[in-house]
């Protein structure tokens, strides 16, 4: 993926010309799924102060995402040695992590901002930035949804409708249209969204809800602060979720619940489990926080349960600009009794019907969300690309396995996990290399210290003490690129087959 800044001497010519090279070029900047490119807010007024009608500009710089001019930036172009426009492209293209400014002007190159023309630009190819393969690289994915998100950060500023205001509710509605499912409540966080499903379901203290140790803490965490009691079972060597064939034997005359987690993009096997709990009138919660827009057979996770609760934490396959999460389900009660309590217990103001919480989404959390959610089943089917690619590349190593994509399956590939036998070796490995991996999780939760009074024995779970020792997530988001994903192979075989395999 390579990043341009587009100097207003480019646009310039284009709107006058519509013939020539740099005409080309920025059409090129506006169609290559390779090309990111911005332009500052200024440079549309400087068009359109030209005479040129909004129409003309439009056609131009659709696809193009725009830096809004700024009092930071001002300062910073005042204070440039280079000349005010200069000292603005260069500063904005650092401030943007942009590396090249395109100009047709010769200028020098500033503060490690390269200025270069539309030959030199168009020459480029994906090589650029790409020796260094991130494990997650959230800048990247601004760029498309810029525009709109900058203009409503705008507004709630100046409404200063930060706790209220009107993008919660829309988040709300739009999130469940996606998710078909008539209520969507956003909440403060995904720990939240389980621990208020829980008690909106009724969870009494003393209460146990089956669940697996394979999983980030938040979900045991939700059980227990809920005053409920988490029972493991173990998850299946292929999927790395929840083996429904394991869950009765851990039925009691206390078990509510059930808890299934839908790990790193793929559902658990919901017909399974849901037959399970309708044999033993057992309830459903759907840890669904990293399963955004996972299907089975066309429905949505989350939507299987009573209730589905996902985190839209910054690195999630859906995630804000901070904190936020969101509880669908399909029961009214539910939905009315999460408002409820994510409002310190009220649903009229300073009128208490229980004690609640503070957890509420914010509005600038909701509007980031709203910008995004468009662009989530593309973005999904992006790290579906991704995943193929690593299946493909990585076939046939001896002694590491990838994962199983169930029939059922719509899986979102929140992250790509194979199983080797020395994750940490080849993590240091790829890390000498640039290229940046994950563990998720190293310690299985029954293991983990918060829980060693519960006097669980190693061995207990070897499925997934074993995700623990040996699974390794390999870099995955949306716009990692071919060339990337090739290196990170590449790496990978000559590691475990020698440097001629690579
Ligand atoms: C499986 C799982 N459950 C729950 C959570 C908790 O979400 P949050 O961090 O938004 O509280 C996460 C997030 O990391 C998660 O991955």
């Known amino acids: 993926m390579i990043k341009f800044l587009l100097a207003p001497d480019l646009l310039l010519e284009a709107l006058q010309n519509p013939e020539t090279y740099t005409a080309q070029f920025i059409q090129k900047c506006s169609s290559d ?13 400087i068009c359109a102060s030209q005479g040129f009608s909004p129409k003309t500009i439009g056609q131009w710089i659709n696809g193009l995402s725009q830096i809004p001019n700024n009092a930071r930036l001002n300062e910073l172009a005042l204070a440039s040695r280079a000349g005010f426009e200069t000292g603005l492209q260069a500063a904005a293209a650092k401030i943007f992590k942009i590396p090249f400014v395109v100009t047709a002007q010769s200028v020098e190159n500033q503060d490690g901002v390269s200025f ?45 409708a930060f706790a209220g205001g009107n993008h919660v509710a829309e988040f709300e509605k739009e999130f469940a249209d996606y998710c078909r499912i008539p209520h969507a409540v956003g909440v403060s966080n995904g720990t939240d969204a389980l621990l208020f499903a829980l008690l909106a379901m009724g969870i009494q203290p003393g209460d ?20 409920a009691v988490p029972v493991f079972v173990d998850v299946c060597p292929d999927s790395y979720n929840m083996n429904p064939d394991l869950i009765e034997a851990k039925i009691t005359e206390k078990t509510r619940a059930l808890l299934p987690v839908h790990l790193y993009g793929q559902m658990a096997d919901m017909d399974a489990i849901m037959a399970i709990a309708r044999k033993f009138d057992l309830m459903v919660l759907e840890d669904a926080c990293q399963a955004h827009g996972a299907d089975r057979n066309g429905r949505r996770a989350g939507t299987f349960g009573l209730a589905g609760a996902f985190s839209m934490y910054p690195g999630k396959n859906l995630g804000a600009f901070g904190e936020a999460g969101c509880v669908i389900t399909a029961d009214p009660k539910i939905a009315a009794t999460v408002k409820c309590l994510r409002e310190h217990g009220q649903s009229k103001k300073y009128y208490h019907q229980l004690e609640g919480f503070n957890g509420r989404m914010d509005n600038l959390q909701a509007a980031a969300l709203r910008a995004k959610l468009p662009l989530l089943d593309n973005w999904n089917e992006n790290r579906r690309r991704i995943a193929r690619q690593y299946q493909r590349e990585l076939s046939g190593i001896p002694g590491l396995t990838l994962p199983v994509v169930k029939d059922y399956a719509g899986h979102v590939f929140h992250l790509f996990v194979i199983l080797v036998p020395d994750p940490q070796e080849l993590s240091a490995y790829l890390q000498q290399r640039e290229i940046y991996t994950g563990f998720h999780y190293p310690v299985p939760l029954h293991l983990q210290q918060a829980y060693q009074t519960r006097g669980e024995r190693q061995a207990s ?42």
Not at 33 to 45: D, S
Not at 483 to 501: H, L, M
């Open 116 to 160: 270069i023309n539309c030959q030199q630009a168009m020459e480029m190819d994906v090589r650029v930035g790409s020796e260094r393969v991130d494990f997650l690289n959230l800048n990247l994915a601004l760029h498309p949804m810029f525009n709109q998100m900058d203009g409503w950060f705008m507004e709630i500023i100046q409404d200063t």
């Open 208 to 227: 146990e809800i089956i669940t697996v140790p394979n999983t980030f803490i938040a979900t045991t965490e939700a059980i227990s602060h809920a005053g």
């Open 33 to 45: 799924a390779g090309i990111q490119a911005w332009i500052l807010a200024h440079t549309v007024q």
């Open 461 to 502: 779970y070897p499925v997934s003490e074993q995700c623990a020792t040996q699974l390794i997530s390999l870099p995955m988001f949306p716009e990692l690129t071919e060339k990337q994903i090739g290196r990170v192979c590449a790496e990978i075989r000559a590691y475990y087959q020698g440097p001629s395999a690579g």
